[in-house]
């Protein structure tokens, strides 16, 4: 049988080693995303041949695993799930798997492999060169935005958080609730799990700003670099700052994206109809589904 850690900062470091390796652009396999929703998830972790290998409890979906991930041995991590999930009595479930995950599973299940997605937590993708400059017509709107944005606050500048600046993004994202009213169960658990990502984001290797505009701060961003993909875990702006998204989003991925950086995760929209259709209206040029694999 196999022992499962829970998931917490002392230990998350040894976690690292296997996601900086995996080659999905899916955000469920960076450490900040594991990290910053880990008691949402009721996450736990082991490491198995050479793999890490995850637990985490979906709503509606129940107990799963997590597709293994490393440079070790595959099918031995998958021999030992199957044989956690005979002695526990566990159905052999997996969760939140990239399609290359889901074809290498239906490759050694077959027909066992019962197979499906859901729209709601499907990544948006987007080109890097895109978010950081909005070229073209189909940018228009957020250009715009971002123009007017510059000219109403001249002094505006993007500030990455260190840890003479992180006292006070943490206040920015105390006091956020009363420019933004979270009116969503789904709503207020981002920031809750926003705030622990914020608070431990210079140990966990992450890349945030802000932008600051004569000394208050209207907006910010955190993520991290996996393979070739910035991923965006969290991004708030103030509304009453017009243009104060279109900002944070060109200025965090002028000031993350490094030299091979092609790509840009924005994560999942929830199923939140006004962030589905934010999402949208930066034209991803992919949506990376997940799927949920059971084994019959």
């Known amino acids: 049988m196999l022992e499962f850690s829970k998931i917490t900062l002392q230990n998350a470091a040894e976690l690292r080693p296997y996601l900086s390796v995996q080659p999905f652009r899916s955000c469920d396999y960076t450490i900040g995303a594991v990290f910053q929703w880990r008691a949402y998830f009721h996450s736990a972790y082991t490491i198995v041949s050479g793999m890490l290998v995850m637990l985490a409890t979906y709503p509606g979906e129940g107990i799963c695993f997590v597709y293994p991930v490393g440079s070790g041995d595959l099918n031995a991590a998958l021999d030992a799930i199957e044989a956690h999930a005979k002695e526990t009595g566990m159905a052999l479930r997996f969760c939140a798997v990239p399609e290359e995950g889901m074809l290498a599973l239906q490759a050694r299940y077959g027909d066992r492999a019962i197979v499906s997605t859901h729209r709601d937590w499907a990544d948006y993708l987007y080109n890097a060169c895109d978010l950081i400059d909005f070229p073209g017509k189909?940018?228009?709107?957020?250009?715009?935005?971002?123009?007017?944005?510059?000219?109403?606050?001249?002094?505006?500048?993007?500030?990455?958080?260190?840890?003479?600046?992180?006292?006070?993004?943490?206040?920015?994202?105390?006091?956020?609730?009363?420019?933004?009213?979270?009116?969503?169960?789904?709503?207020?658990?981002?920031?809750?799990?926003?705030?622990?990502?914020?608070?431990?984001?210079?140990?966990?290797?992450?890349?945030?700003?802000?932008?600051?505009?004569?000394?208050?701060?209207?907006?910010?961003?955190?993520?991290?670099?996996?393979?070739?993909?910035?991923?965006?875990?969290?991004?708030?702006?103030?509304?009453?700052?017009?243009?104060?998204?279109?900002?944070?989003?060109?200025?965090?991925?002028?000031?993350?994206?490094?030299?091979?950086?092609?790509?840009?995760?924005?994560?999942?929209?929830?199923?939140?109809?006004?962030?589905?259709?934010?999402?949208?209206?930066?034209?991803?040029?992919?949506?990376?589904?997940?799927?949920?694999?059971?084994?019959?």
């Open 138 to 296: 189909k940018y228009h709107t957020q250009r715009n935005h971002l123009n007017r944005f510059c000219k109403d606050n001249p002094s505006a500048k993007f500030v990455p958080i260190t840890e003479e600046t992180l006292p006070a993004a943490i206040a920015f994202l105390d006091e956020y609730e009363q420019y933004a009213p979270l009116d969503k169960i789904i709503e207020a658990e981002e920031m809750k799990r926003a705030k622990e990502l914020l608070a431990d984001s210079l140990k966990l290797g992450q890349k945030a700003g802000y932008i600051d505009v004569a000394g208050t701060i209207v907006a910010l961003s955190i993520g991290e670099i996996v393979g070739d993909t910035l991923h965006c875990h969290v991004e708030k702006a103030r509304v009453d700052y017009a243009g104060s998204y279109q900002a944070i989003v060109s200025w965090f991925a002028k000031y993350a994206v490094e030299k091979d950086t092609l790509y840009i995760n924005r994560e999942d929209d929830s199923g939140e109809e006004r962030l589905r259709y934010s999402k949208l209206a930066y034209r991803p040029i992919q949506l990376i589904d997940k799927y949920w694999v059971n084994i019959e």
